[in-house]
Nanobody
Framework: QLQLVESGGGLVQPGGSLRLSCAASKFTLDYLAIAWFRQAPGKEREGISCLSSREGSTDYADSVKGRFTISRDNAKNTVYLQMNSLKPEDTAVYYC?????????????????WGQGTQVTVSS
């Protein structure tokens, strides 16, 4: 089981920014694709961004494209999700995820190792 820990959530006003972090323990993040998901109350968990290992290609859901940026700091063994121009509809619990042996983004359904999640609330 891959162990991931998210942090950086909180309460922010509409139009504000947050940076979420996903730290790994017991394995090296840069060999795996890392995805960010979110789950709003009463809704299914959705994949919103993914970062492939090695070549570093990225993927974004239409709902966050142009506002969110995924990146990796190999020295810190951490993947980030920079979230700008936040909207109330971005309110959700955010999770990062990985899957053993998976190094490229593609189907969000392949991710099976999750962190505990971090709450993001966008409200005035």
């Amino acid at each position: 089981q891959l162990q991931l820990v998210e942090s950086g959530g909180g309460l922010v006003q509409p139009g504000g920014s947050l940076r979420l972090s996903c730290a790994a323990s017991k394995f090296t993040l840069d060999y795996l694709a890392i995805a960010w998901f979110r789950q709003a109350p009463g809704k299914e968990r959705e994949g919103i961004s993914c970062l492939s290992s090695r070549e570093g290609s990225t993927d974004y859901a239409d709902s966050v494209k142009g506002r969110f940026t995924i990146s990796r700091d190999n020295a810190k063994n951490t993947v980030y999700l920079q979230m700008n121009s936040l909207k109330p509809e971005d309110t959700a619990v955010y999770y990062c995820a990985a899957a053993p042996g998976v190094s490229r983004c593609g189907d969000y359904g392949i991710f099976n190792s999750w962190g505990q999640g971090t709450q993001v609330t966008v409200s005035s």
